[in-house]
């Protein structure tokens, strides 16, 4: 499977942090019903994910519910600890946070790219979805994970007006 417009997300129970908290989280249960933006980045603590990615959906997050998105998901190449860290910091607890651990949601989605040469492993691609019922209807692929313009919040919000 690759993600991609008019895909349905896997069927999987991930680690997430919702309202705070750590828990199972049965994707398809979850986006039941709901117009959700998921957004992706390599790493937490990363240069362009904390300056840039995380902080533009925090910032737009009030401007994203009220043009009817029911939920911000970040998905990350990190364990449950570091991604609560990293929430804490950005002030970002209204975001759903998914701990992709292991990359096997990344690989089973088709987005997973290396980053070894950088000491990173296996990471995410950069990426912004929105997901209606748990089908992607739209879908921002950056080129390079270094960069952000594609995948930020005011460029989903675009697309949403």
Known sequence: MSLAVGNRLPN????????????????PEYLSGKKVV???????????????HLPSYVNQYDVLKSNG????????????PVLTAWSDI????KLVFISDWDAALTRTMGMDVDLSA???GIRSKRYAAVIENGIVTH??????????????ADTILEGLL
Request: one cysteine or more.
């Open 118 to 120: 950088f000491s990173l």
């Open 90 to 93: 950005h002030n970002a607890g």
């Open 69 to 80: 998105i029911d939920a911000v998901i970040c998905l990350a190449v990190n364990d449950i």
């Open 139 to 152: 879908l921002n692929i950056e080129d390079s994970p270094g960069t952000c313009s594609v995948s930020k």
């Open 38 to 52: 998921l957004f992706a980045v390599p790493g937490a603590f990363t240069g362009v994910c904390s300056k840039d």
């Open 12 to 27: 999987v129970t991930v680690k997430a942090i919702v309202d705070g908290q750590a828990q199972d989280l049965n994707l």
